[in-house]
């Protein structure tokens, strides 16, 4: 059974913590790993990583994708209290389908 | 350009009552999705569609229809409404196999 499993499911920071968010997977049939940010509403696209080793990078948000050991790391530098939302992991498979992760709720206190 | 929107924002149901999610996209988008969101989960897939007149079943189908009679439209029917079916409902639609879906900003259900 295809499955995304995030870590840690909450953590706690305070503004200016660099904080380090995990993603394993287990998927047939592999596309893609995408990480998506939620706060009140829908979530909203971060990124979308289809290679291994290679950085993806949006301002204080990074990340990377491992595909031999099937995990990604979301990395928030610098964080603010606008960072505070759940960071949801999902994986595409060439059906099309998303399989998304628990989420991880992150709150950033000033 | 709305993007994918959905009505309606909140509903709270008796037990055994029926409704439809509504949820329209005007992005020309073939590939549209339902997902439902439990606290503290993630999105689990309810039904999708890869283009009009065609629709699947996802992970967790049990207790829900869907149609899809033009690209636009993807309604979510609810036939006999369940406590269990308590949760917000997302939307969300991509162009063809793409992989970004672009998320409509929920309906949040409450079965009593």
């Known amino acids: 059974e295809d499955k995304v499993v995030q870590s840690p499911l909450s953590l706690v920071v305070h503004e200016g913590d660099t904080v380090t968010l995990n993603c394993s997977y287990e998927?047939?049939?592999?596309?893609?790993l995408l990480w998506y940010k939620q706060e009140k509403k829908a979530p909203t696209f971060l990124f979308m990583l289809?290679?291994?080793?290679i950085e993806k990078k949006s301002g204080r948000l990074s990340s990377i994708l491992d595909k031999k050991e099937l995990f990604s790391i979301l990395n928030i530098t610098a964080t603010q209290t606008g960072d505070s939302a759940i960071y949801l992991c999902?994986?595409?498979?060439?059906?099309?389908?998303?399989?998304f992760g628990q989420g991880t709720t992150l709150q950033v206190k000033p | 350009n709305a993007g994918v929107t959905q009505t309606p924002k909140f509903r709270i149901l008796k037990i055994g009552q029926s409704m439809t999610l509504q949820c329209t996209q005007d992005?020309?988008?073939?590939?549209m999705y339902w997902y439902r969101q439990d606290p503290g989960m993630g999105l689990k897939l309810i039904y999708y569609?890869?283009?009009?007149?065609?629709?699947d079943k996802g992970e967790v189908p049990n207790g829900y229809n869907v149609s899809r009679s033009t690209t636009e439209d993807f309604p979510l029917r609810l036939e006999l409404a369940a406590p269990s079916q308590t949760s917000v409902y997302f939307c969300?639609?991509?162009?063809?196999?793409?992989?970004?879906?672009?998320f409509g900003p929920g309906t949040r259900l409450t079965v009593l």
């Open positions: 969300a639609s991509s162009y063809l196999r793409t992989d970004t879906q672009y």
């Open positions: 998927v047939t049939n592999f596309r893609s």
């Open positions: 289809t290679s291994s080793g």
């Open positions: 999902a994986v595409s498979s060439n059906t099309g389908k998303l399989i």
């Open positions: 992005m020309n988008h073939n590939y």
């Open positions: 569609s890869v283009g009009a007149g065609i629709t």
